[in-house]
């Protein structure tokens, strides 16, 4: 596993080498890179692909505080010292608020963004956030496995695609119990909306239909604040979109990346 050390923290990471332009891809908070394996086989021969995991998640360094400010300076920090940029940056829910961060505050840095499942503003949930981080806390994190699988994805998957949701709620059950710091994280992050105002970065935002942590309305609110963004919403999907409907995705993001 190749690691790096960028803005004073270690991060794992993984590089295609593809040929195209280079893609970062930014995961949610409970995932780690690995819920990126259908765009790094889609698009990794084509692309140059990197995927990383945060710090304090994955195989990247523990961290004993984690919010999305420090997040973003670390994959602004992997882009430039990579040599990525300008690079289309993708980043899922809490990638998302990565992504948007480095948008507004280095778009030199950017060819585009994809921002799925995500929310420029403050935590709209924090009692019901901060309930279930208090569950994972005193119980385990294995008893805390069907509150996040019902969180994380949408009623389609939850009724329908057994496989692909026991995948992911062995991986949950798997965390320690550093991600609570990087759900803190989430929890008390600021709103960047505001920063949006202008910003001319090429931008897909992508919702899940039956996301019932971040719905549609807040993705559409980010395409309504940017200058140069467009909303979809992608049915039968979640929370959790790249992983939930990928072939929808990957379609999407290939004729962005193509536009831009």
Same mark, same amino acid.
């Given at each position: 596993?190749?690691?790096?050390?960028?803005?004073?923290?270690?991060?794992?990471?993984?590089?295609?080498? $593809?040929?195209?332009? #280079? &893609?970062?891809?930014?995961?949610?908070?409970? *995932?780690?890179? @690995?819920?990126? +394996? !259908?765009? =790094? /086989?889609?698009?990794?021969?084509?692309?140059?692909?990197?995927?990383?995991?945060?710090?304090?998640?994955?195989?990247?360094?523990?961290?004993?505080?984690?919010?999305?400010?420090?997040?973003?300076?670390?994959?602004?920090?992997?882009?430039?010292?990579?040599?990525?940029?300008?690079?289309?940056?993708?980043?899922?829910?809490?990638?998302?608020?990565?992504?948007?961060?480095?948008?507004?505050?280095?778009?030199?840095?950017?060819?585009?963004?994809?921002?799925?499942?995500?929310?420029?503003?403050?935590?709209?949930?924090?009692?019901?956030?901060?309930?279930?981080?208090?569950?994972?806390?005193?119980? $385990?994190?294995?008893? #805390? &496995?069907?509150?996040?699988?019902?969180?994380? *994805?949408?009623? @389609?998957?939850? +009724? !329908?695609? =057994? /496989?692909?949701?026991?995948?992911?709620?062995?991986?949950?059950?798997?965390?320690?119990?550093?991600?609570?710091?990087?759900?803190?994280?989430?929890?008390?992050?600021?709103?960047?909306?505001?920063?949006?105002?202008?910003?001319?970065?090429?931008?897909?935002?992508?919702?899940?239909?039956?996301?019932?942590?971040?719905?549609?309305?807040?993705?559409?609110?980010?395409?309504?604040?940017?200058?140069?963004?467009?909303?979809?919403?992608?049915?039968?999907?979640?929370?959790?979109?790249?992983?939930?409907?990928?072939?929808?995705?990957?379609?999407?993001?290939?004729?962005?990346?193509?536009?831009?």
């Amino acid at each position: 596993m190749p690691t790096i050390d960028v803005n004073g923290t270690m991060l794992g990471y993984d590089d295609t080498g $593809g040929p195209g332009p #280079a &893609v970062l891809l930014s995961h949610s908070l409970f *995932f780690d890179r @690995t819920m990126f +394996a !259908a765009q =790094v /086989a889609e698009f990794g021969r084509r692309y140059r692909v990197v995927t990383y995991d945060h710090r304090g998640q994955g195989e990247s360094a523990r961290s004993p505080y984690v919010d999305m400010d420090t997040l973003a300076d670390d994959a602004a920090s992997l882009v430039t010292a990579l040599d990525l940029g300008p690079a289309h940056v993708v980043g899922h829910s809490m990638g998302g608020f990565v992504a948007l961060r480095i948008a507004a505050r280095h778009p030199e840095l950017l060819r585009s963004a994809v921002v799925l499942s995500s929310s420029a503003d403050e935590e709209g949930q924090v009692e019901n956030f901060q309930a279930l981080l208090e569950y994972a806390r005193t119980a $385990g994190i294995p008893e #805390a &496995v069907d509150a996040l699988a019902h969180t994380m *994805f949408g009623d @389609t998957t939850i +009724a !329908a695609r =057994v /496989a692909l949701l026991q995948r992911w709620r062995r991986h949950f059950a798997a965390l320690d119990e550093s991600i609570l710091t990087a759900a803190e994280g989430v929890v008390h992050r600021k709103a960047v909306v505001g920063e949006l105002v202008g910003c001319t970065v090429p931008m897909l935002v992508l919702s899940g239909a039956e996301d019932h942590a971040y719905p549609p309305e807040l993705s559409r609110r980010i395409a309504d604040t940017a200058a140069n963004a467009q909303h979809l919403t992608v049915r039968g999907a979640g929370h959790s979109l790249a992983v939930e409907r990928p072939d929808v995705v990957n379609d999407l993001m290939a004729a962005h990346f193509a536009a831009t």
